[in-house]
């Protein structure tokens, strides 16, 4: 190879070196800019993943407070119904109490009602 060609050579991928240096400038500029897009995504995703977050926490918190308000109102109606369950076996005591009185009664009843008719049997004679 003369010095002619080599200088020819040597210009040649000069050129193409310049060429191919500045498509990478270019690429470079260009994955610069996606780079910087994908970051701004990025970021308003991350604001909206934080908004969400938010919001499902204020909803959790939500239904944490209705769970105890259920919670309690369970509580209270177990109370309730064992002191109506009490009442109800007291009541059940004291109408059998009541049911004795009541056949006693009848049977007095009964007894008055033989003598008021023996009585009056005598009178009418």
Known sequence: MTSTEYQ????FLGR????IDRRFD???GQLC???ANLRGQLADMGDRLAELRHD???HFDEIYRRLERLEQEYQAIRQA????EAGLA???GGREILERDLAELK???AALQTRIEDIEQRLGQ
């Open 8 to 11: 020819q050579l040597i210009e």
């Open 16 to 19: 193409q070196f310049a060429a």
């Open 26 to 28: 270019d690429m470079g």
């Open 33 to 35: 800019g996606q780079i």
């Open 56 to 58: 499902m926490l204020g």
């Open 81 to 84: 119904l064992r002191r109506i």
């Open 90 to 92: 007291d009541e059940h």
């Open 107 to 109: 049977q007095r009843l």
